[in-house]
């Protein structure tokens, strides 16, 4: 299980780095096997940060991120190594995540390198052929080429055999298909849909609240770094208890139903500092 | 359902303009574009040319540079083989003009290639790891920067009792890369937030790997085109140091000539041959340089092609 | 009809040849019509925007004609767009928000605006002020600089630069893409204001996301490969699409509710073709389930129902 407790990340900011700015505030929740998490806030809410600490990219300020009871924080060279075996990430802009010079299939290569040096060829080719099948590509569509040859769905298609290829037990999904078209959105949420069947845990980040609806089983919504309301999907989505949560249901845009005229009858958000969790039901947890 | 392999409009965020469905590499493209540029075609096309008569021009001279020949002042002749003439104290100017190209190339090389590699290091490092280690590699640039490194090189250059090429091109390689170190760390700085950088990091590597596998190569044009100013940098840089008399002993260099043309009054005897290959040469090969950079300039970035 | 816009082409000239990113499209707008432009990236309805008002050197009007209150938009000639620009047709550009000149303060950029169109000013400005506020933003907005200013702000200050000069027709290029799901929601109500009070005629919303369409817009026009595929009032489009791609677009958005376990949702699988050298017939009929021989030769435009809707498909069912 993947947990994180109190955790927190404040920056410095300011001329001479005075001032304080408190980015996460307190952050706690479980990911385990086979689950999807989403992590569902507005810019500025903090949710990318969660994604990049969970994947040790940038430092916890206080507080723990856990690996089945092993601090994660204190992981380098070998060990860190050993943990991206077991969590793997993929962000928002696959024409970002390629190294415009190279071909896209490079990032299979440093995979090889760093975890299968001495594998025979032929083992590594059917290695990358099931990751490939697993994502439905085809390799003869997308072995060769470079990334601008490719599109944006292809790409982080890609990214997810990358992952694949370790036999990750955790992916963090940062806002991975924001940048795709309608199209091929509902595909890529659907593999994932299909890897979390065969027990991946998965970090669902989006500002998209359809989709975290639709493909996550807890949901975790987030506000200037603090979490306001948590707990299963269905009751945070078809009972939700903290303002933020319904002044954001009530402005999405749906297909078959206007805009409510009035603000969703919501209460007005409060600033400062935020409310500590209750338990407002069994499973769902909200600050007010 | 048959979708080839063809290269089309990405589905990537609404995009303004639609992608080429250009088939060739980039490489290939660049070589294209490169092919058909005429200021990089023209000036590389003249630093060839220099670079030719450098490596052949010492073998078919007939004199060694400082050969006295005893055919004082004589105008460019085909006699004795004197095709730029001769000096006012009898060496033959074409000799010492391929000798002196020979030295420009090897100060450009060295201390060009010195100072770019300190650029580099310095650069990458301080755009890679940021923060504190940036703060102080910046101050440490700052400060080479603003020393005013022509009065060091002077000192320096006068201290010494024997000067090489060499230690000459060395100097200059250690004084001129503070505006090549902070070009380098600002395109650092804007590669390192791409995502790539970050998967990398995922893949397991290390940061030197990163900064040499990833980053590097993503700015190779730069790199290249930063390499051939600090180039004609220290080609510049020698000849003005060899004018004032600073040059190196027991050798003979185009700003060395030029200083004793003028030392001996050779504008004021119209010994013209004497002075004006070296200069037109120094002027010819910084000047094809930077036209050949602005040429590739226009190559790299596609913004700038003339479609 | 506010605009008319009959045959339209616009391509692109590149080394390797022409990308036909809009290639004949006719539609015609009614005064006071909030119409949806929808479609994939590269379907080219960027470039209609900007074919629209000649705003991009790289792309080459190529033939047909757009005509605004009865008389014709001249875009294909610079000089003479220029003096319709902003008055007549104006655009708020994709990235507006992001592309204010971050060293200016607000109200001094708007002032220079104007004076480069040959606008006074200071005759301006009390109607300035009355729509600032209009749309929620406090005057003293235009002493502050764009940086001070959140995302929502800043698209509501290029809304109302936009629409100064009261335009027949407001082409909004993405206009909610980069905002939050709450700030989404107030710049799409602006918009249907300006339109409300007279400030625009009628309104053209490009955009990938059809949810907000169904939200703000009377009709929808869904491009894919640089043609029109079906035109209908907003409520045909959501309710009953016709054309195979408008329906597999639709049936691929999950509301909220939709849950993946009880209800797989289905993308559309392949990709778009390249505008380089455009399949002959039906540009969708390599992903089209309902495709046919028939479908190699050029489909109709067929008027299907009621006034103004059209679907170009042979299959559509009539």
Redesign the interface.
Known sequence: MLSLRDVSKTYRVGAFGGGRLRAIDDVSFDVRPGEVVSLIGESGSGKTTIGRMILRLIPVSSGLIELDKTDISTLHGDDLTAYYRRVQGVFQDPFSSFNPIFKADRVFRMMKDTYYRGAPADEWRAKLEDALQAVALNPHDVLGKYPHQLSGGQLQRLLVARALLLEIEYLVADEIISMLDASTRIDVLNLLGELKQRGLGIVFITHDLSLGNYISDATVILRRGAIVEMGETEKVFGDPRHPYTRMLLAAVPQLHAKWASDDGGAAPLENGTPKPLVEVDAGHLAAI | ???A???????????????????L??TQETLYFALRNRKLVIGSAIVIALLAFAIVGPFIARHGPLDYTGHLSWAPTTKSGHWFGTTLLGQDVFAQFATGLRLAFLVGVVGGGIAATIAMLIGFTAGYRGGALDEFLNMITNIVLVIPTFALLLVIAAYLQVRSVMVEAILIGITSWPWAARAVRAQTFSLVS???V????????SQMQIIFT?IA??M?SYLFMMFILLFGGAVLIAATLDFIGLGPSGTISLGMMMQLSVQNAALQLHLWWWFLPPGIAIATLVGSLYVMNVGLDEVFNPKLRE? | MSLVVDDLRAYYRTLAGDVRAVDGLSFTLADGEIMGLAGESGCGKSTLAKALIRLDTRMRYIGGHVVLDGVELPIWDDALMNERRFRDVSIVPQYAMSAMTPTRKIGRMIRELLESRGVDGHALEPELLRRLELVGLDPGVLSLYPIELSGGMKQRVVMVISTLLDPSLLIADEITSALDVSTQKAVAETLVEFRDRGFVKSVIVITHDLSILAQIADSILVMYAGKLVEKASTAEIVEEPLHPYSRLLISSLPEVGVRYDEHRLAGIPGRPPQLLDPPSGCRFRDRCPLATERCAKDPPFVRAGDDGRFVACWEAAC
Not at chain 2, 5 to 23: C, R
Not at chain 2, 198 to 205: K, N, Q, V
Request: charged fraction near 20%; proline fraction near 12%; charge should be negative.
């Open positions: 359902m048959t979708t392999p063809v290269a089309g409009p990405a589905d990537s965020a609404p995009s303004s303009v639609p992608e080429t469905a250009s088939q590499t980039t791409r995502d790539f970050d998967m990398a990091r995922l893949s397991g590597r990833e190569p993503n190779s479609m």
